[in-house]
């Protein structure tokens, strides 16, 4: 077996087939944070979802049952938004994760959710939150 040199002349590294479905920047009103005057008034959340399929789901083809359907997802983040207070961008991007796992295709979660209004002079603060499938 030959394996293949890169122009440098080092082993080419081997280009496993990867699937992720992304949402970029939902921004949604919703009831969040510690400070009482976020108890009182309902603001601005910006959040991004990056998932990827496990190996076996990772080359869904044309085939529509086949792929990682955003519209549930977004479904799913109005719903968590809309439920009620949440106190940390921490918990809303964990309760992210657990409605995503309940596809059993996705493997690794990266769930950003910032509050852009927060510091005039910061596009936002918030958290990021990465998950693998557990086990």
């Not at 049952?65 to 949440?86: Q, T």
């Not at 959710?113 to 002079?121: A, L, R, T």
Request: aromatic share 4%.
């Amino acid at each position: 077996m030959v394996q293949e040199m890169s122009a440098a002349g080092f082993p080419s590294p081997t280009v496993v087939p990867r699937y992720t479905v992304v949402v970029r920047g939902l921004e949604l009103m919703c009831s969040i944070g510690i400070r009482r005057v976020e108890h009182e008034r309902l603001q601005r959340v910006r959040i991004s979802v990056e998932l990827t399929a496990t190996a076996e789901a990772a080359v869904p083809g044309e085939d529509r049952r086949n792929v990682i359907n955003y519209e549930k997802v977004v479904a799913a983040i109005r719903a968590i938004a809309g439920s009620g207070h949440i106190d940390l961008c921490e918990g809303f991007a964990e309760r992210i994760c657990t409605a995503c796992f309940a596809d059993p295709r996705i493997a690794h979660i990266r769930v950003t959710v910032e509050k852009p209004d927060v510091f005039p002079e910061a596009e936002g603060v918030g958290a990021i939150l990465e998950r693998a499938r557990p086990a």
